[in-house]
């Protein structure tokens, strides 16, 4: 059956990214934002067994009662939860522990998909995937942060994702304005935030075909763009005071030479070519402003994105993370996947090397507040 | 001359505005949203004599080059600051000194518009009586804080804004679908965030012809609605449940009764056909979603705007505070004004019972956080 | 009557240090240590209504229900109170409003005392006396810190307290080991935290007969001892990094001079000759490990000062504040009065130009957490 | 060799207590006072890598020289370090790679001790023993503690520390005042802090032979101590208002009982004859206070201990930790040990089943904030 190998073929794929770690990355949780790699393991494995198994197989026997506890994220409608600032104070259930949680859970899946789930079970399911392909990308996101914040600088591979981030030749695409359809179309699986398709009406535009290199962004630097209040926002200027921001994450100016973290270990030269990456959108703004540009909205990005090569890394947005006119929440814990973030956070359009493949689509919302930067992003211009 | 009249009227409501005070209110900050009475006196005088009076009067004399120091707000073009949750701590300049502050320049003022000043001053002259008529309305805002959080919950005045707040006749106002256009259009003075005018594509909705009431909001509170985690955004429940927020601002649950400050004194029962004020975006988005309906978008707002009465109080929208297309700010720090807060916003429209009625205009976009509810808002739902 | 004039003028003084202030300046409270002056005044009363007038006055009319609430400042077992960070933020009751409840109990006072209470009232009475000028010494406190944090360095007055800080000829003073006696003997008055009168073995040991002056304690910063982590106790160099603290409170160094804010108004060059003061017992203790030295226990502190001059400047002990052998406090709100301050604090001995001379005597036990500058203290060695 | 055989069973025992934990347990740092067991075992080692082989071994080759960096505790003397809350964030070195650490530094510790190193080294060698001792009780309690604290609570082990904590039979051994010798005599290995032996007068006193148990503060629990302000440190009264505490850590209310998290694993009912553990000093002074007792003094404590059966637990006292007369600290960073940590802690006497053997010595000064609980701790009453 194509349900059940795509299942295991996504859940072996959250494994083969932990397998380089050692046993001690599983654990730790460095920032708030990021997750303990065994704790990603955990609650996608969690998500099937709560939503799929629990109502649907009559035999399933739950692996440990107090999981459910350890690994729900946010789901209020499925009870009390670790607050996430403790993930990282957890050392149980130890990672053999939640290898074994996946053994089980999966084997009890393979059970339950010998036969065809009626359809509600079977949306479920793909929404499930789609979960656990979300935090496949955020455990990269997150093992880059253990790794590349450790003193040691430890490497994650030889191989890895990160090779080839080297920027298109610049251009300038003009779209010219009228109505324009926005929002997923098809039969496929999408996300709630994406649904309904409507119009929107967009003035003419120009949209750069490249992304912003780490050469541009330097220049940036060495302008003194982080020292002049003019081109950040208020909120980003406390931020960056606050902070003490003087460049990307990852890169560290050491005996006159800009260095970045690399996954191979240790710290090597900035790329210039390869696009900027781990900033924040209160950064993108404020290079755009430096440049006389601005970000491009994402509707402005989805209709521009069909004309345009993209997908490198995720691309701030002007635009605020609100809801399409028509939408709703799903009924129950599902409905609480997306609707409720939809304040104070900025739409982020595209992929990232860090995505899953079939996540790469035109229609596609991420979000992330404006602050955060420690996930693959970037920064294309308009104006 | 028009202007001279016009600048010495709205100087003299700042001051009829205060009247009411005894010293001691014009002085403390009880949270860092709220600023001591005698900064706001102090700081719209400093940018007429920053602005104006410096650059373009060769004989003016500086009333106390100290005043820069004390109340610059957030211009960082124009030197060092008092941080805003310091404001509170400044026992001088005195009261008597910030009237003596004023009457300088006002002196200054009238005698420099005693010929008609160039077109540039003249623009910069409206704006920063605009300015002031914004921090009049602030002005209300903070002593209503100020007295209402006394414990002594001390009188305002006998005669006050608060009077009539009584809602319409609720009924829904149904807008097809279409291109509609957006923005400020006209000579007279608006602020450089309504502009430009543009096309907006919106499908078709309906909007309430009444703001919530009181009575209409009880229910919500009767129903637990603060207590239903699945009518909230996931950071609104942090704030429900961190600042144990049960009702509105200035509300009190005492011996089985709600009663809420009143400006002529003491605490009051709620007045049922009243409308709902003093709540947050997040308090807003929560009772339309318990009411199955949803806020109207600023666009959506401004397009109705013309069918319906609005105007008592400020409308909480759906929509985030971001540039119109083609924005773009002033040089200097004229173009600090707007451009900067456009992060983590959200849009009020139309105008309360404390807003200057020149300020009454149906593209007028105001801004607040969306945890914010010292102002004067409402709510008004659609569909 | 003595304890009727005594009470007449000792509530007169407290109304006399605040004579020369602004009515804004009674009204802040810039930092949490300091209370607003007009606090002080009504809670100082708010003592005498509560312990002497209310219980034992039948006729008493109380001023306002609600003055307990808003001047209890640490007594649990009388209810409900303001916080002490709430203080400034209270516009009312107006400082008219608390002169006149002043008044009001003064003349109910006036009454009472018009018969001679029995003797545990006269006690209680006493006690509110004695309180009233421990208050009188922080409103001192209290007025220079709200002064001289003042962007504008405004004048408390011409003639003040710290006129002559010049400290005395420096010589050691040698005391023989042996066993002493310590606390207080006789009938007058004294805090239940001198008592009892019991024996301590001292061994030998030398001690300065002067304060620490300002020339001595600028070479410390000279030699750059805030930058020197070996002479810091652990959580002060924590203090002394997080704060950026690199002089004495009220200095500053401008243009290459050290000046300090004056009582005259101003800043003002460091008068070398004078003693140091307002420093914390980080520094105290920090500078004393800079000269290879030590500060003096209370002990040793008591048994010396009979031999010595003492009193411009509260001396800084190495002692903590705890209680004496067959310490007991009193039943009541009474017993709240120094008990439950006795952990993680400093003795200071002596007394200084801001206390009230009957306060004077050589077994008074001050106390101050270890970090707080804004009293009048000073430093003494031993060895 | 009788100095190696020493250094060799003392570094086994800091890994014995380890070995029941999985990987994962030596990672975590779920609060600031633990520290992770991989860096108490890194740490330990790094003492004698510093300051015996790299001084004083010619031919030693350091194992990593970041390790500096991230096994430093506190010594500023030595350099940058890993700041304390830090330390749960660090996945690398791994615990393979800390062991490999520690055999590394032994080998050449064995090579180093083949010959008798000179008296100083000797001193500063016993010394790193002294202070592996110490971690190892750290390791013990930290333990507990991130076990304890998992939700699994998950078993130390079948054989553990806490067998044996019944209290002994209660009586009050009375102790004549007079003078008596205080601190340390003898050539044994004591820590600077209970030097030098010196006189001290002692008045009457009494003090119970045997430690509070857990049936005692049960009905101290249970008169609702917990809720009356008047037994508390006004700071300890916040403090439990603040944490909302209400009973010994490891405690639960489940069901109507009372458990504890026990080292065998999971929840099992209190002990009710064995001592109360794991208070903070807060909490015995309230217990005390409610009892109409006292804690002793730390001198009362030692010249007591010759006639009474004491070990099981550190026992809070109501001294300040404070220097002894002529303390003075060593030179360079042995130096910091003790004396810096001299301020607003609170003296423990005795020893507990955590404690090594050859620290149990009635001159031995444990010291903890007052508010700390974690360690093994209890409370004998004094009158």
């Not at 789901?75 to 403790?86: K, N, Q, S």
């Not at 290898?99 to 399911?125: D, G, W």
């Not at 997306?338 to 900025?346: A, T």
Request: hydrophobic share 35%; proline share 5%; with cysteine.
């Amino acid at each position: 059956m194509l349900l059940l190998s795509n299942y295991l073929s996504i859940r072996k794929l959250s494994e083969t990214i932990c397998e380089p770690l050692q046993i001690e990355d599983y654990v730790v949780q460095p920032i708030v934002d990021v997750s303990p790699p065994k704790w990603h393991l955990g609650h996608t494995t969690w998500f099937f067994e709560t939503f799929i198994l629990k109502p649907n197989l009559i035999a399933y026997q739950e692996f440990d009662a107090d999981y459910n506890y350890v690994f729900n994220s946010y789901y209020e409608t499925v009870g009390a939860r670790v607050i996430r600032t403790d993930r990282g104070n957890l050392s149980r259930p130890t990672v053999a522990d939640v290898y074994k949680y996946r053994a089980h859970v999966n084997e009890a899946m393979e059970s339950f998909l010998c036969t065809e789930p009626e359809e509600s079970i079977k949306q479920l399911l793909i929404l499930g995937l789609n979960h656990e392909q979300q935090h496949q990308e955020l455990l990269r996101y997150d093992i880059k942060y253990i790794l590349g914040h450790n003193p040691l600088f430890p490497a994650y591979a030889e191989e890895h994702i990160e090779q080839d981030l080297k920027v298109e030749q610049q251009d300038w695409l003009k779209i010219d304005a009228g109505i324009y359809e926005i929002g997923y179309e098809g039969s496929d699986f999408c996300f709630d935030n994406e649904l309904r398709r409507h119009k929107v009406y967009l003035p003419d535009f120009e949209i750069s075909t490249a992304l912003v290199s780490n050469e541009e962004y330097l220049e940036f630097i060495k302008d003194k763009g982080y020292q002049d209040f003019k081109h950040w926002h208020a909120e980003a200027w406390d931020w960056v005071n606050t902070n003490k921001i003087a460049c990307p994450l990852y890169w560290h100016f050491v005996d006159g030479k800009w260095l970045r973290y690399d996954l191979t270990g240790g710290l090597k030269p900035i790329k210039l070519k390869d696009a900027v990456s781990h900033i924040s959108f209160y950064e993108a703004a404020a290079f755009a402003s430096w440049k006389g540009k601005r970000l491009p909205t994402e509707f402005e990005w989805e209709i521009a994105a069909k004309k345009i090569k993209w997908g490198k890394l995720w691309e701030w947005t002007e635009s605020a993370y609100l809801p399409y006119p028509g939408f709703s929440k799903a009924p129950g814990a599902i409905g609480e996947y997306n609707g409720k973030f939809m304040v104070n956070q900025k739409v982020l359009r595209g992929a990232s090397v860090a995505t899953s493949p079939n996540h790469k689509r035109i229609t596609y919302r991420n979000f992330f507040h404006p602050n955060l930067r420690w996930h693959y992003n970037g920064l294309r211009l308009a104006k």
